[in-house]
């Protein structure tokens, strides 16, 4: 497929008014999807500088070898192959002050970057607030429309919300209380995590601080697996949404908290990568901040149940559940939850332990279980509240596309069949974990 020349007329000469060549960079690994995207659709792009840091005695160029080893990039080593020598690494660190990069490189990105795409981040939900204050905020934009979930019974809004705090409270309760718990927990204030607190702080400070330069915000809902491009069910990822659905699968989860109606809000990656692509280009140079929500539960809802169902057909058709008759009942009250998990999932898990040592095996299924609370109680939030997101500015901007660029760039929620995806999903990430298994901790 050549490049899609309706959307580079929008691209470069915007792109071209800010310098004579224009080129992208993006940060960090995480934005492999829209690497590829980039690279495959949009072939006037120059260059594209990948911000990597040393790991393991592996220099940035060996990093990126590796990197570009990942079946994502097949279509683009089988159809252009010279494409990928646009790909351009970068010594940096996220944690390290200017993020490590040396004055050299700093002046090389200023002179000829044009656009940035933000979207490296730690997805950690509980860490202590130190950690995702220095990655999610003060390196920071690709955001999460969870930073608002405080605001999830009135609809998350595509707008910009008040912070949750100054930055010198932040620095100064950092100070006093990083390590303490109990502190955190109460200084969040209704915000569900530290995660989508620095998010919350970081929409706020890049927009106080961007003097002339555009800014863009999308708010992805939960990202998920690819549905189309390039390939179906591809993910690299497997923690929140993914291991939920896992977990009930495989029959280790059978209870869950909140209502069986309440509806999760998530959008397949290479949607959320499609709208960036698309904000960038038709957004253009101005004064003002537009906020895309990048969800589905406004125009093409999914409910818990739905999603647990279809995944766990597949599962199952497929044989790969451990335990038979996979299922998951759903519970409001905490001492209904607490029952129902006692006598659903800890006591099958005590004596399924109890046989494997009478067979002289290893036992396994309470530690098991011990993650599968874990994950549950990080995602206990998301499974109560019933998630509504405003995304009218997405649905504007998808209107305004030609025919071929919705073709090109899909990312209309709308048109997403659950069904057929949530099976396409089941498979692919069981191939991917069975790639990792020796390492992950499953």
């Known amino acids: 497929m050549e490049s899609h020349p ?28 829209l690497i590829e995207k980039l690279l495959y659709t949009c072939t006037g792009i120059e260059k594209v500088f990948l ?10 160029d060996q990093r990126m070898q590796q990197f570009l080893n990942n079946p994502l990039f ?46 490296a ?14 990655v999610n ?25 008040p912070p949750p705090a100054t930055l010198d409270e932040v620095e100064d309760f950092i100070t006093k209380y990083n390590d303490d718990e109990e502190m955190t927990n109460k200084y969040l204030n209704g915000r569900v995590n530290t995660y989508t607190f620095a998010k919350a702080l970081a929409e706020h400070h890049v927009v106080k601080n961007k003097e002339h330069v555009p800014v863009i915000i999308v708010r992805p809902a939960a990202v998920t697996a690819t549905i189309d491009a390039p390939t179906p069910g591809w993910s690299s990822n497997w923690q929140g949404v993914p291991r939920a659905l896992y977990n009930v699968a495989m029959g280790y989860s059978r209870v869950t908290p909140g209502r069986h109606i309440n509806v999760i809000d998530f959008i397949p990656v290479d949607y959320v990568v499609n709208l960036c692509i698309i904000a960038a280009a038709k957004s ?27 995944f766990t057909e597949d599962v199952v058709r497929r044989g790969k559940n ?42 396994r299924y309470v530690e098991i279980q011990k993650r599968v609370m874990s994950h549950r109680e990080s995602m206990e ?57 020796q390492t992950a901790d499953l």
């Open 381 to 437: 939030f998301f499974m109560r509240h019933n998630a509504v997101m405003e995304n009218n500015n997405v649905m504007k901007i998808i209107a305004s596309l030609s025919e071929k660029d919705r073709q090109v760039y899909p990312c209309n929620p709308a048109e997403i069949n659950w069904r057929n995806y949530m099976h396409v999903y089941a498979q692919e990430l069981f191939s991917f974990l069975e790639d990792v298994r």
């Open 322 to 363: 451990e335990f038979p008759y996979p299922f998951t009942l759903f519970a409001e009250s905490e001492y209904l939850l607490w029952i129902l998990t006692v006598l659903t999932q800890f006591l099958p898990a005590h004596l399924g332990d109890l046989w494997l040592r009478t067979t002289g095996k290893t036992p």
């Open 74 to 119: 097949q279509r683009l080593k089988d159809e252009k192959p010279k494409i990928l020598n646009k790909l351009i690494p970068v010594n940096g660190n996220l944690s390290a002050n200017n993020l490590g990069i040396s004055e050299e490189d700093a002046e090389t990105l200023i002179d000829e970057v044009s656009v940035v795409f933000h979207a």
């Open 121 to 134: 981040a730690t997805v950690r939900f509980n860490d202590k607030m130190n950690v995702p204050m220095k």
């Open 284 to 310: 253009g140079r101005t004064n003002d901040v537009p906020v895309f929500n990048c969800s589905s539960s406004s125009v093409n809802p999914i409910t818990w149940s739905k999603a647990y169902k279809w």
């Open 137 to 161: 905020f003060g390196d920071v934009h690709v955001s999460t429309a969870y930073a608002h979930i405080s605001h999830l019974k009135d609809g998350v809004r595509e707008v910009l919300y």
């Open 6 to 33: 309706t959307l580079l007329k929008v691209i470069f000469p915007l792109l071209t008014s800010i310098m004579e060549n224009p080129c992208w960079s993006l940060v960090e690994l995480a934005s492999s999807v």
């Open 51 to 60: 911000l990597v840091r040393e790991l393991k005695g592996l220099s940035p």
